[in-house]
């Protein structure tokens, strides 16, 4: 005689209730990676846009620092020396940041100084980027009217960065 197998219907897989919590701890692994993925692409950008504001300090130092101005100066000079990363160029004499929008860099004051401007800075990258020390060679900050000497103030920052985009402008002896 053979011997019949009963098997109890809810022990064949996962109940309803089980599937569900994996999915939602499925979601929640997902959400957190997709958060800390935009976070860390943030941050990257930030520190890209940091060094760039660093590499045209010295670039500019290189080439003109045995001149009496900066006559001549701009994105187009710096990218035909040769001083600068292919990649801070998206055609002739047109620098961009990380944000893939403009950087001009020009002379001001008589010559004697030069400007170094990145346009269309998201606010929260604009706070990182204002309050972090720019060089010795910076003498003004400027984001939204609020000024400070090499960087702003974290309630400078916060004032003249807001909530959208920004124009960051360095003056650089």
Do not use: H
Request: proline share 2%.
């Amino acid at each position: 005689m053979q011997k019949q197998k009963y098997v109890r219907r809810g022990q064949r897989g996962l109940s309803l209730i089980e599937a569900s919590m994996v999915l939602a701890l499925s979601a929640v692994v997902v959400a957190g990676a997709v958060m800390y993925y935009g976070t860390a692409a943030e941050s990257a950008k930030v520190a890209r846009a940091q060094a760039q504001l660093g590499a045209i300090q010295t670039a500019v130092a290189g080439l003109y620092g045995n001149q009496s101005s900066y006559v001549g100066l701009d994105a187009a000079a710096l990218q035909t020396s040769g001083a600068l990363p292919v990649s801070y160029f998206s055609g002739v004499g047109a620098m961009v940041n990380p944000w893939n929008e403009a950087v001009t860099v020009a002379p001001v004051i008589g010559n004697r100084n030069y400007a170094i401007t990145f346009t269309d800075i998201p606010a929260a990258a604009c706070k990182k980027i204002v309050t972090s020390d720019a060089g010795t060679g910076v003498v003004s900050v400027e984001v939204g009217g609020s000024t400070g000497v090499s960087q702003l103030t974290l309630a400078d920052a916060n004032t003249g960065c807001g909530t959208t985009t920004q124009t960051v402008v360095y003056t650089v002896r």
